[in-house]
Structures are given as structure tokens and as C-alpha cells.
């Protein structure tokens, strides 16, 4: 009788590792969908195959052109702790991957880098009257977030230069910049931007935006941005100090 128990047991336990091992990717999604699709309508989801180990899905949002995910666990990272997962997004004008790390009240996303081409970047901000030439690109990225707000964030991005067109008064505004580079951290409990301009040996602060957990966006452009875009700028101010401040609500 223990003998028939003991190998009852091994059956039924590799029978449910079986199932954990190959459980469907569309099946998880299946069960996942409507709480997700509550809180992102702009997020849809197709074409899911693979299993939740080693798979993969198109998305896309708020009507941009669709990104292949693909995910894959690193089971060299598995035994410091949580589901480690090394995740690429790809697709027309944008590459992207980084190293995400899942725990039952926690997420993180580690070493994320990739590119955003102009046409990517420019569908972004067509809502805004904004366009831009030369790539975008991440470089080692982190965040990390207790599913409600983000904990950790930190990391560098750097823009080639170029065009960028924007909303003016007079029609659609053209100006000229160099390269610039943005630096990513967390002020508090808000989520901040810096971009600046090298200059030299220095990084002269250009523009600065910071993102509250309540859903308000704050920027604040300085006048060296307007300088620098041989634009003109309010006489007498220095050139670190705020020329235009917005503020804006986003969720």
C-alpha cells in the first residue's frame, strides 16, 4: 500500500510538473485579460503562443504599430530569488530588451537598452504636434516598482540631435539641436528627467521633467534650451533659470 502511494505520488507530481511546465501562455492571458484590458483599454493583445517559461505575443497600444514580445526565463538567475525573465520588444522603428524580475509584491526591470527610430518616436508624439530626426537610444535603464509606484528608477538615454518640430503659434515651429543626453532618477516618491547638452567638460541643464505618482506631469525648460535653438528668450534671465514651466495631467 505505501508503495502504491509512494509511486501515486511521483505520478501525480510529475504530472502537474507536466502541466506547470507547459502551461499555455494563452491560457494565463485568457484569465488575466479583463483586469488587464480595465486598467490599459489602449493595450491589445494577439497572436500569444509559446508557454509562460518560454513564449511569445504581439502588442500593441493606443494604435501604434504592433511589437513583438518575446519572453524567456533565465534560469541562470534563478536561484537568487523571484521568476527571472529576459524579455525583447521588437518592432518597426523601436528595439528593445532588459532583464525583468518578477516576486510576488515586487517587479523590477534591470539592464534595459535599446533604440527608438525617428518614425517610432514620431508617432509618439504626433498627439502633441511634435517630430523629430535621429535615433533615440536607452542605455542600462532600471526600475523597480511594488506594483503600485515605482521605488527605483535610474539610468541614462541619449538623443543623436537634429530637427525637431514643434506647435507655434505662427504654424509648425523648426529647430536645430545637438546631441543631448538624459538622465533618469527618482526625486522622492516622483519619477525625474534631466536633459542636458555637453558642453566641454559640463552637461548644462536644458530641460527638466518630473512625473508625480498622482498623474501630473511637470516641465520646466530653461532658457539656455531657447539660446542654444536661437530662439528668443525673456531678456535679463539667466540662462539656468526656468524660462517656461508647463504642468499636465496624464492618468
Same mark, same amino acid.
Request: hydrophobic share 40%; aromatic share 10%.
Given at each position: 500500500m505505501r508503495r502504491r502511494l509512494l509511486y501515486t505520488g511521483i505520478g501525480l507530481s510529475a504530472f502537474l510538473g507536466f502541466l506547470l511546465t507547459n502551461l499555455p501562455a494563452s491560457l494565463i492571458w485568457a484569465q488575466a485579460k479583463d483586469q488587464v484590458s480595465e486598467r490599459l483599454p489602449a493595450l491589445l493583445v494577439t497572436r500569444i503562443d509559446g508557454t509562460i517559461w518560454n513564449g511569445g505575443a504581439d502588442?500593441?497600444?493606443?494604435?501604434?504599430?504592433?511589437?513583438r514580445v518575446v519572453w524567456r526565463l533565465d534560469s541562470d538567475r534563478i536561484l537568487a530569488g523571484g521568476l527571472p525573465y529576459f524579455i525583447s520588444v521588437t518592432g518597426s522603428g523601436h528595439r528593445l530588451a532588459a532583464q525583468v524580475t518578477l516576486k510576488p509584491y515586487r517587479l523590477t526591470i534591470t539592464h534595459l537598452n535599446g533604440n527608438l527610430q525617428p518614425d517610432y518616436l514620431n508617432r509618439l508624439g504626433a498627439a502633441f504636434g511634435l517630430a523629430i530626426t535621429g535615433d533615440l537610444n536607452f542605455t542600462d535603464l532600471q526600475?523597480?516598482?511594488?506594483? %503600485?509606484? &515605482?521605488d527605483t528608477a535610474f539610468g541614462r538615454l541619449n538623443w543623436a540631435g537634429g530637427q525637431v518640430t514643434f506647435p507655434d503659434p505662427t504654424g509648425a515651429g523648426l529647430i536645430e539641436l545637438p546631441p543631448l543626453q538624459g538622465q533618469i532618477s527618482l526625486a522622492t516618491s516622483n519619477l525625474r528627467l534631466d536633459i542636458?547638452?555637453?558642453?566641454?567638460? %559640463?552637461? &548644462?541643464?536644458?530641460?527638466?521633467?518630473?512625473l508625480k505618482p498622482e498623474g501630473w506631469l511637470e516641465v520646466a525648460i530653461k532658457a539656455r534650451l531657447f539660446k542654444l535653438a536661437q530662439r528668443p528668450w525673456p531678456p535679463g534671465i539667466d540662462l539656468d533659470e526656468t524660462a517656461l514651466a508647463l504642468e499636465e495631467k496624464l492618468f
Open positions: 502588442l500593441s497600444l493606443g494604435g501604434l504599430s504592433a511589437s526600475f523597480g516598482t511594488d506594483r %503600485q509606484w &515605482l542636458t547638452y555637453s558642453s566641454g567638460d %559640463q552637461d &548644462l541643464p536644458l530641460i527638466s521633467l518630473l
